[in-house]
């Protein structure tokens, strides 16, 4: 039978001849928790009484979102968590070390992987090639014990992408723009998988920005072939022999195909409160920026540093709007301090944050006060999301953001 990649993947891991509707029960490659949803998920996990991990080194123990800690509690519970992983075994990724979908695709995620984690952006590893999803605690606590946990086989939507992005239109902008097409919950429970020589052409980490929001869509998993392309990337970051070809066949069938011409898109702005509110830049120009947030697993890596400064270089932020900027991995960060672009950022008067969350879930980092408003690179901006819901976030992407510091206000990229 001609399958969609995610039929493809859950196949070869169980063994069937799976379709959407099946009800299947599949290995787990690797298993997740971040400090807020991992003390939840080890408590789960000793509740089973279960004497020991499944795949100690394939289980991850990520402390990024509130790194360092700035709060007595949440410094607690990392010592739980770093206890834990020192008594079973598992992975530690500790402050500093990097947000864990960054961290996933660099160190970890590899191709036709079955990847699940106590985050809903879990999805990113998606852009790689593997069937990565978000899961409550409870789920991810059984997949620590037993390594491996049930499925529902989604149908699958086709995007196509076709065409080629104009400058300073970003993969944030493609995946902005189909969370407005759709709506928050116009994937729900979907495989959303893309394609098309727009996609084709995509680098991985292009990629791995589409596939963290397609949970925005209330999609179980964001997708993309493995190709030339991912070879590259899992060469650049040392582990070319994790890399399989990976293609849906010819004639898969699709419950939806949307086709998006890339060159046809314009820079989007996802208004508040809601992703999908979404607008092109043009109709929101002029709006004050308070503080602007480059960063997050969405738009952290060495790409969105050089986006930011080749705006910002030989310019300054304005002075009534705050740049923060968060590399979203300590790689990230050295190779933006190699090429010179953490130094164009902080000229132009950018707060430099430790590699991590930051600000992105209100917790730390850049709170917003009363009447602000935030630009934030971020995948979101529900009421309250940045630690006031007195304050507004636009999302944007990385050539947006940068716009808006020199400007102050909402600003088109193609016009600065
Ligand atoms: C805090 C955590 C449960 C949450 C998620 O799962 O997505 C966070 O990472 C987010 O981005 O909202
Ligand atoms: S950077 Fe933001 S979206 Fe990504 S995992 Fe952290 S809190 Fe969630």
Not at 331 to 353: F, N, S, W
Request: charged share 20%.
């Amino acid at each position: 039978m001609a399958k969609t990649l995610t039929e493809k993947i859950l196949s070869m891991k169980t063994g069937l001849e799976v379709k959407p509707g099946d009800i299947v029960v599949s290995p787990v490659d690797w298993a997740l928790v971040q400090d807020t949803t991992g003390p939840l998920t080890v408590r789960e996990f000793l509740s089973l009484g279960l004497p020991k991990l499944a795949n100690p080194t394939h289980t991850i123990l990520f402390i990024d979102h509130a790194a360092p800690s700035p709060q007595k509690q949440l410094s607690c519970d990392h010592t739980f968590l770093r206890k834990f992983a020192k008594d079973y075994g598992a992975v530690l990724s500790d402050v500093g070390e990097g947000v864990c979908h960054q961290i996933m695709a660099e160190k970890y995620a590899r191709p036709g992987d079955v990847i699940v984690g106590a985050d809903s952006h879990t999805v990113t590893a998606g852009g790689l090639g593997a069937f990565a999803t978000g899961m409550g605690s409870s789920d991810v606590a059984a997949a620590f014990g037993l390594g491996k946990t049930w499925f529902r086989v989604p149908e699958t939507y086709f995007i196509r992408l076709t065409g080629k992005l104009q400058r300073h239109v970003t993969a944030k902008d493609v995946i902005l723009h189909l969370i407005g097409m759709i709506g928050a919950d116009g994937a729900t429970y979907k495989s959303l998988e893309f394609g098309g020589p727009g996609a084709a052409a995509m680098p991985v980490t292009d990629r791995l920005t589409i596939a963290n929001m397609a949970v925005e869509a209330g999609a179980k998993v964001g997708l993309f072939p493995s190709d030339d392309a991912t070879l590259e990337y899992l060469t650049q970051q040392g582990r070319s022999q994790d890399h399989i070809r990976l293609f849906a066949d010819e004639d898969a069938v699709y419950e939806r195909v949307i086709d998006i011409d890339l060159a046809a898109l314009e820079p989007t702005v996802a208004r508040p409160h809601t992703v999908d509110n979404t607008a092109a830049v043009g109709e929101l120009k002029g709006i004050k920026v308070d503080q602007v947030f480059i960063g997050t697993c969405t738009n952290g890596r060495l790409e969105d540093l050089k986006l930011a400064a080749d705006i910002l270089r030989g310019k300054r932020r304005n002075p009534a709007t705050r740049l923060l900027v968060a590399p979203a991995s300590p790689r990230v960060m050295l190779a933006g301090m190699r090429m010179g672009y953490i130094q164009d950022l902080v000229q132009a008067g950018a707060t430099i944050l430790p590699p991590g969350c930051a600000g992105c879930l209100g917790v730390h980092q850049g709170v917003l006060g009363d009447g602000e408003t935030c630009l934030s690179t971020a995948n979101r901006n529900f009421l309250g999301r940045m630690g006031n819901p007195e304050g507004l976030i636009y999302l944007a992407s990385t050539p947006t953001a940068a716009a808006s510091a020199v400007t102050g206000v909402i600003t088109d990229p193609r016009e600065v």
